[in-house]
């Protein structure tokens, strides 16, 4: 799966790099049984100087329709933890929606 990781001016570290790479891993794992390699995925950074919060913004180009995930928080690695979160429960949504037989039916 291919990524690209927008930060415009946001200093992004070393360690959380390696975090986001690893969360790319979780999501390419995700995606081997539907997609293989067809995958685009954008992560754009921006800090919000207004309310002095970061936002972690997730776009995935995989399928017929295009997944999104955004969420802000005060600290940047809050933030892409957040994003990265939500964009798991979409691929989780969308497989569900995909094959409804996969939806859990517990009470």
Same mark, same amino acid.
């Given at each position: 799966m291919?990524?690209? /990781?927008?930060?415009?001016?946001?200093?992004?570290?070393? !360690?959380? =790099?390696?975090?986001?790479g690893?969360?790319?891993? @979780?999501?390419?794992?995700?995606? @081997?049984?539907?997609? $293989? %390699?067809?995958?685009?995925? =954008?992560i754009?950074? &921006?800090?919000?100087? #207004?309310?002095? =919060?970061?936002e972690? #913004?997730?776009?995935?180009? !995989?399928?017929? =329709?295009?997944?999104? !995930?955004?969420k !802000? &928080?005060?600290? /940047?690695?809050?933030a892409?933890? #957040?994003?990265?979160? &939500?964009?798991?429960?979409?691929?989780?949504?969308?497989?569900?929606?995909?094959?409804?037989?996969?939806? %859990?039916?517990? $009470?």
């Open positions: 291919r990524y690209e /990781l927008h930060n415009g001016a946001v200093h992004v570290p070393a !360690a959380l =790099e390696r975090v986001i690893t969360k790319v891993g @979780k999501i390419e794992k995700r995606l @081997k049984h539907y997609h $293989p %390699d067809v995958a685009d995925l =954008e754009r950074l &921006a800090h919000m100087d #207004k309310v002095n =919060e970061y972690c #913004k997730i776009v995935l180009r !995989a399928f017929k =329709e295009t997944l999104h !995930a955004k !802000a &928080a005060p600290e /940047l690695r809050v892409v933890d #957040k994003s990265f979160e &939500a964009m798991m429960r979409e691929l989780e949504s969308y497989r569900v929606r995909l094959n409804p037989s996969l939806q %859990d039916h517990t $009470p």
